[in-house]
């Protein structure tokens, strides 16, 4: 095992790691990591590649290493991956919707919770 094999957690994936299909073939690089670490949820990456910024779901991360992260994705998958989506940013307030209230409840049943707009 090289330097480059350390397993690391995605809190810790630093900008410019390379991305690889499941046959070790480069998708690009990380542009940033997409996560609330309030409640621990890792929602997946922004890969900067020749075609521009990519988004790829938490489910296909596989091995995250200091050297590269592997997904399970073929290259025909990697040439399909989707845009990130929307412009907002968005702060999770998983205390939104707390409590016994009407509205309070109406957010737990038919919102996102975890998930506000984020007020600036």
Do not use: C, H
């Not at 990697?78 to 309070?104: C, H, M, Y």
């Amino acid at each position: 095992m090289t330097n480059d094999d350390t397993p690391i957690a995605y809190t810790a994936l630093p900008k410019g790691t390379r991305v690889l299909t499941a046959d070790g073939a480069e998708i690009g690089t990380v542009e940033y990591v997409l996560q609330d670490s309030t409640i621990d949820l890792f929602d997946g990456i922004a890969v900067k590649t020749s075609a521009g910024l990519r988004f790829v779901d938490a489910d296909l991360v596989g091995r995250i290493t200091t050297g590269a992260v592997q997904t399970s994705l073929t290259s025909d998958d990697a040439a399909a991956l989707p845009k990130p989506q929307g412009t907002e940013v968005l702060d999770a307030d998983p205390e939104e919707f707390e409590g016994n209230g009407l509205s309070a409840w109406w957010g737990r049943m038919f919102m996102r919770e975890q998930w506000m707009r984020r007020k600036e």
